[in-house]
């Protein structure tokens, strides 16, 4: 198995311009996480998705922030107008189902707003 | 809400040194509990895990015990090595949730 793969890697933008980012969870799993990483505030959980619905946005910082999963195997996380206190590596997390504990996440997205 | 509080960091040993990195945990219930490895530029991976009291988790060296009168889980490796220098993070997930709650990190680097 593949793992579960972002995109991009690396993203450098402009403050005000859109950006999206992109995961491929493992296949078979139903859950889906993502999560920014910040040396303030540490590993934060942003959003949810059960069977490709979103359970908890709760984290989700502002309506800046928006994510989507179309189906089982890619879901998006958009940022529109991007800030440069949106810098951060963004991770996707996914799990077998609700009652699996381990998370495998991917490699993250490092983005740089300018 | 439920929390979990870690040592900062960044701890720096030599080789074959003891390591411990201190975890403690605020939760309803009973929850599981985790520690997670991530190297440079990788995604975390989990290391070991406990599910009830008085579990040991054990993986690659690296021990850790479920305390629930002191609610804590310390990560403890007898002789560290260079390939161990990573982030290190517990993390807790409570009875019926989703949520996996991270500790801050904890950087340990390790020196020949």
């Known amino acids: 198995d593949a793992g579960v793969i972002q995109s991009p890697r690396h993203e450098v933008t402009e403050m005000g311009q859109e950006v999206t980012l992109r995961c491929k969870p493992i296949?078979?799993?139903?859950?889906l996480f993502w999560y920014r990483q910040t040396m303030m505030r540490g590993l934060e959980l942003l959003i949810y998705f059960n069977n490709n619905v979103p359970i908890d946005d709760s984290g989700m910082p502002e309506d800046r922030f928006s994510a989507k999963m179309p189906n089982a195997s890619f879901s998006t996380l958009k940022i529109q107008p991007s800030e440069p206190r949106d810098s951060a590596v963004y991770f996707c997390?996914?799990?077998?189902?609700?009652?699996?504990?381990?998370?495998?996440f991917g490699s993250g997205t490092q983005l740089s707003v300018l | 809400g439920d929390s979990v509080t870690q040592m900062e960091g960044p701890v720096t040993l030599s080789e074959e040194a003891f390591l411990t990195i201190n975890c403690t945990y605020t939760?309803?219930?009973?929850?599981?509990l985790f520690w997670y490895v991530q190297y440079p530029g990788e995604g975390l991976q989990l290391l070991l895990k406990?599910?009830?009291?008085?579990d040991k988790g054990s993986n690659k060296g690296f021990e850790a015990t479920y305390r629930k009168e002191t609610t804590s889980f310390h990560l403890e490796k007898g002789s560290v090595q260079v390939s161990d220098s990573a982030v290190y993070f517990c993390?807790?997930?409570?009875?019926?949730?989703?949520?996996?709650?991270f500790g801050a990190g904890t950087r340990l680097f390790v020196k020949a």
């Open positions: 939760a309803t219930g009973y929850p599981s």
């Open positions: 993390a807790l997930l409570n009875t019926g949730g989703f949520k996996t709650i």
């Open positions: 997390a996914s799990r077998p189902g609700v009652r699996a504990e381990k998370l495998f």
């Open positions: 296949s078979g799993h139903n859950s």
């Open positions: 406990a599910t009830k009291a008085d």
